[in-house]
């Protein structure tokens, strides 16, 4: 309970200790803080929205809600795979440009939810200037596997306010 | 009981407030509902327990009885004192009684009008009178104002590095809490707005859209700045809107300079918006008069072209005086108990308490129990739609599903209808306009309202707002005439406005009507060929041309006066009826006057739809914007060299959207004459859609697509009966992007 108490202190926050899900995408696994994380959900239709970005894959009935779906392969320039019965929506809350948005994140599998302590976690190395790092909080060093932590605000909620300025 | 005593009080006392407002000089039929009004109040059990309240209605009834009897003057001046003597009242109602200053000051005010003094007529601009008992109409309704700090016909400030000494802004603008809370909290938005579009701006300096964007806040802050009487801001925004608005004609460049002025304009009125704020939370005491001429000097020099900031400019100057606009001791008093202090915010008087029995509901709540229902009701139409449900043919069954669907129903109505509210409190906001509008332009004008109980969704409410009050506002500024020029033309010297609502076809429409000097055809051709919209050859309908001055920038007045007249209004007016999924036209005839009608659907909540099939996906069409739907013959099909593809229906040729074109989808048919042709309206242009089929016709809930909003196209997003999303078509968007595309291949669509 203490982990997720911290958890909560820290919100979309810096690479600090708490109850991570992990996922992978490809090759790498990936981590993101559990508080935001609202549920998980199976592939299910998607109806695409004309003029958005390639990586909005449309949107959802999330139980009477319609929510869109970020393709984190595409968001992250790797090459599509087809769905299979492993792969999942993680529907989490983010801040989009009008306030807590949720919205579903297509990925290849859900792993499983690890506890990191602080000293797990080290501050993302300096990839210079590439595009996605400041997506990143941190790497997480979980029985000698690494996950990259990310910050789902960033990764998710700001590409959706680009997309809504590049639109308008 | 004592509890309960005082929202009758107080509701007796909103009607009162109400009634004075709507009191014209002349007229005393209402003066006679105001005395009905009195009388009821003291016949009150509960005012026994108010004596102060009671003295103060019966030497109203007798200062009102002394009118109607023409031994006081039935003047205008007269029933705004009477106006606020009611407020004083309403004041001394919320305290329940233990409020001497503004008992006090009440009997001023009486004694102003001529009462218990002996006079019988009040004097013209008594010297003693202190300025801050004025209300709020502004000194250029008073006959001979010593030198306007601004007239509505004026473009600038004549000498704009004289300073603003505190007294001359009196605080009335206290006087409508809601009012003035409301303008800090938009006027902060506007301002964010403002700058993040400024550094957008910085970076493609050529973007006009952008510095429309810019502009038209400043248009807004300026226009309810003016209403508030708030001078300074209105000043400063105003002669910056002047700045964009060269920037936006071309006239001059949009360089560092501007930007960096318009930047530090934002800032400064942020600073004195901020100070209001404080005013709202701690009372008048914390007003800070702010000395805005160096600011002013600074954007005129950029705009006459000058180089640099004056030095004195660029910091903010300091305040001039911590104190309150009080130039005599009375004055503050009276600024202090008309405009309560901290923190309690009371109804405006022309607030209804609120009638019946009723509770306040979170609006969260309340749409997560729409949202619930339309749930509920998707839900039973797909297990009622289940093959095996269907299979089983127990009457029984049959008949629960019947009585269940109809629950549903009714449910559904009832959560829908529990958003809707009466037009009536928007529109009883727009008496208060009218009148100081007419003050301030020195016209006569008569506001007619109907349809005032007409049903509204409640969300819809807020964003009418704005619109209405600048098609108000412009109604009154450019359509009526001046009372001597009306009469010249043999109209009465009133001129009349007419606000009407009500339903009709599933809308909800709202006209506002006046009898003023119409719109100017040829003018506005002129205009229209100047800009290009037209040419000269062109054969434009009156209507088409008239319904021009809807577009961004295109206005028609000579001068620009602060009330309105650049156009920007009419295009602001557009564009928010538009995002309610309304229409707004406008019909004219000149030397008769105009008339606006805006639509709106009733309710934001479910539309009525066609579903169409492109390929894979399904689209829902606004059945109210199809005409018909037809396969076409090949002999009607057209193309038009470098313009597209058109269709001819009925004797008229209808451009083509592809709409898997449009919307980059695999579609099942890319021959026309294959696939259907759904023929829509949009804004008396008709367009032909091509979809593959259509596949039925149903009522959908519109919801909002998650953090996706403002998509070309698309106005939302609904759950079908399979439990897929299918997409709501905006076709407003559709047109314009249509009229996009092709525009960006050939140059223009006209």
Known sequence: MGAAAQAVDIGSGQGMGGKYLTFALGAEEYGIIITKVREIIGIMEITAVPHTPDFIKGVINLRGRVIPIVELRVKFGMELKPYDDRTCIIVVDVVGPSGMVQVGMLVDSVSEVVNMSAQDIESPPDFGAAAHADNIVGLGKIKGKLKILLDVDKVIGHSLAATLTEIA | MAEDTRPTLAAQLDEMALKIMLVEPGDLSVVGELVVLIEGLLAMPEIASQPALAKMATALGEVIGKIVMAELEDSAENYERLGQGIGLMQEVCRKQGADEAAENNFHTLLGLIGYLSGAGHHKVEAASEPPANRPVPPPAAHPAPPAPSSGPGETLPPKPRILESPPVEAMDFLQDLELLTGFVGETLEHLESIEVNVLDLEDNPGDLEIVNKIFRPFHTIKGVAGFLNLKSIQKLAHSTENLLDDVRNGSRPMDAQVVEVVLKVGDFLKTMVENLSLVLKEGPESYLNYDISGHLAWVEAVRAGQGQAPSTATPIPPPTSGQTAAPAPVATAEAESTSPPAGKSPPPPSQKAAVGDSIKVDVEKLDGLVNAVGELVIMQAMIRANPRIGAISDPKLIKDFAQLGRITTELQKTAMSMRMVPIRQTFQK????????????????????????????????????????????????????????????????????????????????????????????????RKAIERGLIQEADKVSAYDL?????????????????????????????????????????????????????????????????????????????????????????????????????????????????????????????????????????????????????????????????????????????????????????????????????STDNGGDF
């Not at chain 2, 007409?454 to 807020?462: F, G, S």
């Not at chain 2, 359509?479 to 076809?505: C, F």
């Open chain 2, 430 to 525: 727009m008496i208060r306009l009218v009148r100081d509008l007419s003050k301030k332009t020195g016209k006569e004008v008569n506001l007619v309202m109907e349809g005032e109980e007409t049903e509204i969704d409640r969300n819809m409410v807020d964003s009418i707002y704005d619109p209405l009050v600048h098609m108000i506002r412009n109604s009154v500024d450019h359509g009526v005439q001046p009372p001597s020029e009306r009469e010249i033309q043999g109209k009465p010297r009133t001129g009349t406005v007419n606000l009407r609502a009500y339903q009709k076809g599933g809308n909800m429409v709202i006209e506002i009507e006046d009898d003023g000097q119409g719109l100017n055809t040829d003018k506005i051709r």
């Open chain 2, 546 to 742: 008239h319904n021009l001055i809807f577009l961004p920038g295109f206005s028609t007045a000579d001068k620009i006066t602060d009330v309105s007249g650049r156009g920007v209004g009419m295009d602001v007016v557009k564009k928010a009826v538009e995002k309610l999924r309304g229409k707004v036209e406008v019909l004219s005839e000149l030397g008769k006057g105009s008339l606006f009608v805006i639509r709106l659907p009733l309710t934001l909540a479910i539309i009525d739809g066609i579903i169409v099939r492109v390929g894979a996906e399904r689209y829902i069409i606004p059945t109210t914007a199809i005409q018909e739907s037809l396969k076409p013959l090949r002999e009607n099909y057209n193309t038009v060299q470098g313009r597209g593809e058109t269709l001819l229906v009925r004797g008229t040729v209808l451009p083509i959207i592809r709409l898997y074109q449009l919307f980059r989808v695999e579609p099942t048919y890319s021959d026309p004459c294959q696939a259907i042709m759904v023929v829509v309206e949009y804004e008396g242009r008709q367009r032909a859609i091509m979809v593959d089929e259509l596949l039925g016709k149903q009522e959908v809930v519109i919801k909002n697509l998650g953090g996706l909003s403002d998509i070309p196209g698309v106005a939302g997003g609904t759950i079908l009966g399979d439990g897929r999303v299918g997409l709501i078509l905006d076709l407003a968007g559709i047109v314009q992007s249509h009229s996009g595309h092709l």
